[in-house]
């Protein structure tokens, strides 16, 4: 895919836009990761994130995916996602062993069912979770936002363990 045809329209309504700028960041998350050799998919990267790997950053970016669109928009039980877990901290990310082609796939299938909770629901609509309720726009942002972040880290990862760099 040209990544400079994934970019949203120019001219587009809000909706289109947010998923639009979202999905390239999404997209971005497995472009960053395309070559990276199987030895660097489950290796700390940044001396002081020990958690941070390629591969654990995938699963979390998933299950963050299912927390905010799943567990906080629809109100799914807490215990359906990792990250929840009271014995483990960032259970999220742990993922030893597990192939990142795998994990990118399951990512995958979670954004498009995070698309398809979007595209059922008015951006104004709020979330069902009895604890925090911010409307799906704030949610969709967030996302934008959370995702963005994490191609940021891949990208320094994919530099720091093969050189590869580049906007794209």
């Known amino acids: 895919m040209n990544l400079y045809e994934a970019r949203p329209p120019i001219v587009a309504d809000e ?28 290796r700390a990267l940044l001396p002081q994130s ?14 963050v995916e299912h927390l905010w669109f799943e567990v906080v928009y629809r109100d799914v039980p807490r215990d359906q996602n990792p990250a ?3 014995d483990v901290e960032n259970a999220e990310m ?5 192939p990142l082609s795998e994990l990118l ?24 979770d009895p604890e925090f309720q911010p409307s799906l726009r704030w949610i969709v942002i967030h996302m934008v936002e959370e995702t963005a972040r994490h191609v940021g880290h891949l990208d ?13």
């Open 156 to 168: 320094a990862m994919r530099e720091l363990a093969d050189g590869q760099t580049g906007y794209y």
């Open 94 to 98: 742990l993922v030893p062993g597990v």
């Open 105 to 128: 796939d399951q990512y995958d299938a979670q954004w498009a069912r995070s698309n398809e909770i979007v595209a059922a629901h008015s951006l104004d609509d709020i979330a069902q």
């Open 50 to 63: 020990p958690l941070m790997t390629p591969a654990g950053l995938v699963s979390h970016l998933r299950w």
């Open 15 to 42: 909706r289109t836009q947010l998923i639009g700028w979202l999905d390239l960041q999404r997209v971005l998350v497995r472009h960053k990761l395309e070559g990276l050799s199987p030895a660097d998919e489950h």
């Open 84 to 86: 929840f877990r009271k």
